[in-house]
């Protein structure tokens, strides 16, 4: 299986974290060795200059006193003894409170240090009185977004971009601000304005894919947690399903959509394609017919039909099915490279395109020959058939001709001239919502994804209600960071982060000793990068192979001891082998690095509670229970409550776990989207 078929379309970054404390104290080491060699002796001047004024002996004691203290801080951030930074900043402060640089050293002592609340407290000091330092606005923008307060996050890295707007830490703190408040179309241009930044196209192609996919998956617990019922999320679990080839239980996913939202359009393709990848071929051409009785020109499920000819055989039905896609599609640029593989083995491909050779050359069978020679593993001569099918000029094309035909603007939109109703939409002033929606289906017709998460992302704007769009927008962002990773794949092929990619989409079907080979593998390619010793810890833990994840999480700390998730790994599997007070060290440790994780925060409520402690279970506890989908925080926060005689909230926490648990909807919700998936 490619690499980008692989790559989960929900889960993938669904722990992944805003890691970037090691890049900033690296950065943060770069500008000290800078300043220690070629700003010190100049600073250490300034600061016998800035000493208070005394008699000589005082005051030759007083400047040699902070000059010593400067330094032994410098040199104490240097060797990593932040504890003992603080010390010594602290020491030049009394002697001399007004020193600027020397409380932009403590505040990065105490950010480093995962204090952020004081890191806060003293860069804010710095910034009000020299508001341009880079360095200041950006830690002081990062602690608070580690205190989960976007909103007052966002003026200090905006500053910092208003100096530097390629300062890729700066960008992609912003970028977290806009994720955290759910404004997503300015989360993606901030991460679409990284990717343009990097260097390394490959190493940027993945972290792109990795951003795409933060937001579909926030959107995706969204649907999980908010809207259970709905046909929408029925119909996102069926996606997901299908993407992890369970054909049986997406049916019947699919099944329940219909139920709940019969006019659904499209929803009969995706069923119809669950059907036909099961074998059930009647009961595919029904549902596929189906749709094309509400929308005759539905490509997916005239491509549904085309590909149901394959399947039994059909050459003739195929070819008339290929003439009907193609004279429906406007959208022959990027048909083809959306084709579906169909479920054929490579020898059934190979005899039908044999028997396809025999009909008489043209666009129809250039097409189907390219399809048919991917489905067979043969890439070299599917591409020689794809180039063919390109090469036809436009204006043969009979989809191409009918996009051309004037009709009403909204006519255009129902029979999906997708250029003709993007067209009419933009030439409105002021679009309605409804114009709005249409265009994102329009954009996502021609294959203008990033454009229609724009537009899809103006309808939230409007309405952060609208299920229909949060749906389109988890697919579309799912799409955008499979097309990420593809390229990952193409232009590094046996590199390590393709093997890593195909770990976490083998972790996310559950395979987990695939994914144990993948990531192996990818270890094999680079020993020394901590998150693939996380990544691996977490595929046993998934496992319940409690001392192998052990030995890879602890392997991650000892490259990067910063890491939260693995410090929050670690602490879970220690809290599942019933060790409450060492789990509650690495929980603590966990949080005190990101303070928004909110997995640790239930961890450490649950361990407290265990341990007797139910007021401090309450806090960590109630942080975490917005995502309790199993009832088993709440059942925790229920225990806590009751211990202390809180009987009110105790009871009201009881009847909420009680619903959850008896609502199975809930858990398969949040094992099918990976949420809450740490054993």
Known sequence: MSAHRALPGLNLAMHAEVEVLVAFHRMYLRVLQVTTRLALPILLSALLLLCPRAGASEEQSIEGRVVALFRAGQEAMQAGDYDQAVKEFYGVLRLNPVLVEARANLGLAFYTLGEYNSAVTELTKVVRE???????????????????????????????????????????????????????????????????????????????????????????????????????????????????????????????????????????????????????????????????????????????????????????????????????????????????????????????????????????????????YKAASLPEKAEEYFQLFEKSASSTNPGAARQKEPVPGAQACRDHRYEACAAWIQSKQRPEVSDLMMLGRARLGLNQLAEATEAFGAVLAAGKDNIEVIYWLVRTYQTLADESFRRVEELSPDSWRVHQLRGEAHKLR????????????????????????????????????????????????????????????????????????????????????????????????????????????????????????????????????????????????????????????ARYRARIFGLGDVE
């Open 130 to 372: 020299r508001p341009s330092l880079a360095g200041s606005n950006l830690f002081l923008g990062l602690s608070y977004l580690k205190l989960s307060l976007p909103e007052k996050a966002i003026p200090s890295l905006k500053r910092v971009l208003l100096s530097d707007r390629s300062n890729l830490e700066a960008r992609r703190a912003l970028a977290s601000c806009y994720l955290a408040q759910s404004r997503y179309r300015e989360a993606a241009r901030e991460f679409r304005t990284l990717f343009d930044l990097q260097t390394g196209r490959t190493e940027g192609w993945y972290q792109l894919g990795k951003d795409y996919l933060k937001i579909s998956t926030q959107l995706a617990a969204l649907m999980a947690s908010e809207y259970r019922e709905s046909a929408w999320t029925h119909r996102l679990a069926g996606d997901v399903l299908a993407f992890r080839e369970s054909w049986k239980d997406a049916v019947g996913e699919y099944s329940q959509a219909l139920e709940v939202g019969p006019e659904q359009a499209g929803l009969r393709v995706s069923l119809g394609l669950a059907y036909l990848r099961q074998g059930e071929l009647p009961e595919a051409e029904a549902a596929f017919l189906e749709e094309l009785q509400r929308d005759p020109h539905n490509e997916r499920a005239l491509l549904g039909l085309l590909e149901l000819s394959l399947v039994r055989g059909d050459t003739t039905s195929a070819f008339g099915r290929m003439e009907q896609l193609l004279n429906v599609s406007s959208d022959l640029p990027t048909l083809h490279r959306r084709l579906l593989s169909i479920p054929l083995s490579s020898e059934q491909s190979g005899a039908l395109a044999d028997r396809i050779l025999e009909v008489p050359s043209g666009r129809p069978t250039h097409l189907l020959l390219a399809l048919l």
């Open 510 to 665: 559950q395979a987990h000793d695939k994914a144990v080979k993948e990531l192996r593998l990818a270890i094999q390619l680079r020993p020394n990068e901590p998150e693939l010793y996380e990544s691996l810890g977490h595929t046993y833990l998934l496992k319940s192979s409690y001392e192998e994840a052990k030995g890879e999480l602890e392997r991650a700390l000892q490259l990067d001891p910063s890491r939260a998730r693995a410090l929050f790994l670690l602490g879970r599997l220690l809290l599942n082998q019933r060790e409450e007070e060492k789990a509650v060290v690495y929980l603590q440790k966990a949080l005190r690095r990101d303070p928004s994780l909110l997995e640790a925060h239930a961890s450490l409520g649950t361990a407290y509670r265990r341990m007797g402690q139910a007021a401090r279970a309450i806090p960590a506890l109630e942080k975490a229970v917005a995502q309790d989908f199993y009832g088993d925080l709440n059942y925790q926060l229920y225990l806590a409550y009751r211990d202390l005689r809180k009987e009110e909230l105790a009871q009201k926490a009881l009847a909420r776990s009680q619903e959850l648990r008896r609502s199975s909807v």
